[in-house]
């Protein structure tokens, strides 16, 4: 078979390999920590699964309209507005399966071939994957550990070009569990008006965060022309599994955005869509609660890992990944995850599985509880004791 050229330029995302390998030795009876998988480990909320069911009873079985139910629509538009303080309509609003057809339609609709597209890495791969896959270029920006994995905004201005089209960032930040801070958005957004640049800001983990303030890059003065918000329900609500999402842009990206859809997917699943209005506009509360499980979870495994030879640990600020340096263990990023496999029954991802600037670091989500977390860290420690 002779496939499309460009299939040989999309990438993927290495988790699902790992937990492909873990699950594998798991059933040769090995047991493993799953310390790789970005999801969080709860259940979705009860009042969410009660309006599916109901959603399903009541025959909510149909297509919908590409761009969502208008109900959904609106929810997100008055959240969109209520958390950014701007004015979001509802036409502004695409629901897609999930956040990553955000990334995927963005890419698609704004960037051709020979475009230039500045991006975070070590970052979520995805990214780097589609911007191949068009046929642009991927320009890194570099995260920096030294500076809580914030890129340096000096290192964006001197890296735009007239080809630059998009500028992705992701705050909070998976792998590092990094955040930017206003003044960084501040003035990414003042290079991005200068250069007329468009702006895909991944903020899928805006309210898993423990310290610092979280600002919404929608939230700055004159940016919404140029901005399309990535956001959706997989981490707040642990709803990973029902593919449930969305854009928030410029109603004239909208149109094309849905015409994507339409193209794809039709729509997104209907009762899906119901439920997300209620997670929406219902209690808030275990979405909170899994936040402060979070917290503390973060707060064993970092000093935990400090305390192992070798590794250096900072301290995220939000999402539910580590992002420790263990260049000090003598291994590469690579064969360290797969001894740790081997050696410690922990799954873990290589660094570089988030781009090359992830060299010398691995990525741990803490969405395990204390008691496998504090495991781990044993299993870890005697492992890198014998090296
Ligand atoms: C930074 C980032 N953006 C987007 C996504 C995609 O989320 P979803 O599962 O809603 O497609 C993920 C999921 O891991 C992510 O880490």
Redesign the pocket.
Known sequence: MKLAEAMSRLGT?T?FEVLAKARALEAQGREIIHLEI??PDFDTPSNIIEVAGTALREGKTHYSPSAGIPELRQAIAEYTSETRGVDVTPEQVVV????????FFSILALVEEGDEVLYPNP??P?YESMINFVGAKPVPLVLEEERGFRFDVSQLRKKVTSRTKLLII?SP???TGGMLTREDLEEIAAVAKEHDLMVLS?E??ERIVYDGEFVSFLSLPDVQERTIL?N????TYA??GW???YGVMPEELAVHITRLMTNSNSCTSTFTQHAGVEALRGPQDEARKMVEEFKRRRDVIVPGLNAIEGIRCAMPSG?FYVFPNIEGTGMNERDFADYLMEEAGVAVLAGTSFGEYGRGFIRMSYANSIENIQKALTNIDAAVNKL
Not at 232 to 235: A, D, L, Q, R
């Open positions: 995302e988790a970005g999801e897609t399966p999930g956040g990553k057809p955000v990334m970052g979520f995805i992701n930040q998976n792998p991944d899928i983990y990535l959706g329900f997989s981490k709803m990973t593919r449930l999402g999402a």
